[in-house]
């Protein structure tokens, strides 16, 4: 109840309605941080190859079983405001660049535990804040420095890239194949962006040379059955339709290739409309008026002489038997999205009218046209194309939830080679980057004055988060791990200023046995454009939420 002192001899006034429960001030900014904590610790041993799985059950009665951080804080029902928008910092970093979901929200978590002493102290939370951004200036700049610039056609590199990020998760006993496939399908979706020859400025974060739309044109298929290594990347596409008349030829080389958006069928009025027959021979004209539109339809296509048509609407039966005579394979009722897909396999254009076919849009990329039984069901695959700008990726398993969890491990993977197809720039995984930069903050926080010392300093301090959590993850003595590793990284430092030349230490924990290793022969390297942004969201998050000094809950309900 929030009441204020009236003036004398008057009771209390009240201002806020009674039901609203009210913290303020540093209660407020506690509760706060004890639940960022609560969500931190959910997802804490999920980070590194030696991670758990988590099993949610979801209201319908289903099961995720996944250690995917975005995945798992999207299953979790949680009432806290605080935690609420912890859980969308884990959706942001997924939707921006696709890796990084379990970092972020540790790293968060982090620097609002460690703003919890500061403010018992009595530092103004603005004071933090300012501490903070100076430290994360200063993140970003070692980072940019430990960068290392990859070209994008060197296998080995991107394999042990891709590996980095796969490695963690559950599909991690297929590695090599995950790798292959990822890399597979990003690189046959990229394709150079066409851009104003005179638009060379590079400052510009959004003018990528390449554009990979993995979403759009890289389709994943999920067929439970099988064995895991049985999936693959298919040069083209495949949809699962069977032909719509029986006699149709299931299997053609080098197919013509003709994609329709209109139905083969006669036109239907939009209202209902009745007609009045008085002359029984009408209603026979009217039969082949009908008949006649159709058949024009089919012989316009047919001048084409295209092997397979494969339209988004309806065929009708008369049309089927026209396109059967004509030795065509037809498809019917396709996906929007899929047809899209075929068409930049085959080269093929949409055509929304059969009297405006010209021989251009015929798609003739195509190798291999064939309709394969898989499991109780016929899929049609287009194979073989020269040069397809998109494709489906074909994934065998056991079970459903052995599919989606690999469907997730493989998307993670394909926005990892995408981040390095736009910007191929590197940094050390393993902790290494984080260690570095947190030793780094340590050397830099000491010319740092005043009051935002303290708070410049907690930032390096909660960097150290993930090497140690990826030691705690392996069962290995953590302070004995993390105190090497800091030496390590320390006396690169005054290396580095002995000598007067940066040379990066890239010297981390090897997520598999706990031990100390450097990243650069262990070969564990993730995108410049993942680290940073974790850093990036996790700093500016615990800013976020450090401000908040008032929580007001059960403000106005509607009245009933």
Known sequence: MQAMQGPPGYGPVMVLNQKTQRQ???QAQLSNISAARAVADIIRTTLGPR??????????????????????????????????????????????????????IILSGEMLILSEPLIHDNLHPTVIVQGYNRALQEALEICERMALKVDIHDKERMMKLVQ?????????????????????????????????????????????????????????????????????????????????????????????????????????????????????????????????????????IIAFQPDIVITEKGVSDLAQHYLAKANITAFRRLRKTDNNRVARATGATIVSRTDEIQESDIGTGCGLFEMKKIGDEWFCFLDECEDPKACTIILRGGSKDVLNEIERNLHDAMEVVRNVVYDPKLLPGGGATEMAVSMGLRRAGMKVEGVQQRPFLAVGEAMEVIPRTLAQNCGVSVIRTVTQLRAKHASACDEVEKTGEYKPCNWGVNGV????????????????????????????????????????????????
Request: with cysteine; net charge negative; glycine share 6%.
């Open 164 to 300: 980095s990020s796969i490695g963690t998760k559950f599909s991690s006993r297929w590695n090599d194949k995950m790798v292959e496939m990822a890399l597979q399908a990003v690189i046959t979706v990229a394709r150079p962006k066409g851009r104003n020859p005179e638009d060379t400025s590079s400052s510009n974060p959004y003018s990528h040379k390449m554009e990979v739309d993995i979403k759009r044109y890289a389709k994943v298929e999920k067929i439970p059955g099988g064995e895991i290594s049985e999936s693959t990347v298919l040069r083209g596409v495949m949809f699962n339709k069977d032909t719509t008349h029986p006699k149709m030829r299931r299997r053609i080389e080098k197919p013509r290739i003709l994609l329709l958006d209109c139905p083969l069928e006669y036109k239907k009025g939009e209202s209902q409309t009745n007609v009045e027959i008085t002359n029984t021979d009408d209603w026979n004209t009217l039969l082949r008026m009908e008949e006649e539109y159709v058949e024009n339809m089919c012989m316009e």
């Open 24 to 26: 303020t001030g540093r």
């Open 513 to 560: 046995t706990g031990e100390l290793v450097d990243m650069e022969e262990l070969g564990i390297w993730e995108p410049f454009s993942v680290k940073v942004q974790t850093i990036k969201t996790a700093i500016e998050s615990a800013c976020m939420i450090l401000r908040i000094d008032d929580i007001v809950s059960g403000s106005k309900k509607s009245s009933k």
């Open 51 to 104: 991670s758990m799985l988590k099993m949610l059950l979801d209201p319908m009665g289903g099961i995720v079983i996944t250690n995917d951080g975005n995945c798992i804080l999207r299953e979790v029902d949680v009432s806290h405001p605080t935690a609420k928008s912890m859980i969308e910092l884990s959706r942001a970093q997924d939707e921006e660049v696709g890796d990084g979901t379990t970092s972020v």
